[in-house]
């Protein structure tokens, strides 16, 4: 145990940020950054790398699309624009598209609101995902992104370990049972453990800095 706590310290330590915060989310459990969150998960969902969904979240609530209502009523064109600057290219006109029609359905079934989502499902982790993945292009794992972010201030998700955090708790010898990691989680920071263990999971040279300490 002493071992583990000593291993998450260190990973902490490397690659603690959220990938919310990275992109310049300050989160809160209010509209606007509980939507910057969705957006970015939704981006996260894609086969492209996430340096460049974080970079596309960005520019999005820097050209002024960080909130549903925005996001739905700008053009499909500029959508495109603004993915194109943060060179997410790959699928920037289905991503486009998906924005705009997930901003929508976001307005017309929860008046732009994640909260009311929340309420929707009872609060119930399962349920609240289930609801999630009927937004386009977010699915089982866009869902599992959205909901390791949104721990932070939705506690009734914890632990949000998806695959990518499993793998990387198995690659630093951590348990891979997903209570035995929150066991080791320190006070407050369920979010950015998560966010670790995921950047382990993805990052073999990561997880061998950190297990080499």
């Known amino acids: 145990m002493t071992d583990h706590r000593a291993t998450v310290t260190a990973l902490l330590d490397r690659a603690g940020t959220t990938y919310a915060s990275e992109a310049g989310i300050r989160l809160r459990d209010t509209p606007a950054p509980l939507y910057r969150v969705f957006v970015l998960g939704t981006l996260l969902a894609t086969p492209v790398q996430s340096a460049l ?14 909130t549903p209502r925005r996001m739905r009523d ?3 064109q500029h959508r495109v624009d603004v993915l194109n600057r943060a060179h997410y290219r790959r699928v920037d006109e289905q991503m ?17 609101d994640l909260r009311r989502l929340r309420e929707r499902a009872g609060r119930d982790p399962q349920r609240i995902r289930t ?10 794992t866009g869902a599992s992104i959205i909901a390791r ?18 793998d990387g708790a198995r690659r630093l010898g951590l348990p891979t049972d997903p209570d035995e990691l929150a066991a080791l989680t320190p006070q407050g920071r369920h979010a950015e453990f998560a966010a670790a263990l995921t950047r382990a999971g993805l990052d073999r040279g990561l997880a061998e800095d950190v297990g080499a300490r």
């Open 149 to 166: 972010e949104l721990q932070a201030v939705w506690p009734e998700l914890r632990p949000a370990l998806d695959g990518k955090a499993l």
């Open 131 to 140: 609801l999630l993945t009927g937004f386009p292009r977010i699915g089982p």
């Open 53 to 66: 969904a974080v970079a596309a979240t960005r520019e999005l609530v820097a050209a002024g699309l960080g």
């Open 74 to 76: 700008t053009t499909w």
């Open 96 to 112: 486009a598209t998906a924005l705009g029609e997930a901003a929508g359905q976001l307005v017309d079934d929860h008046a732009g």
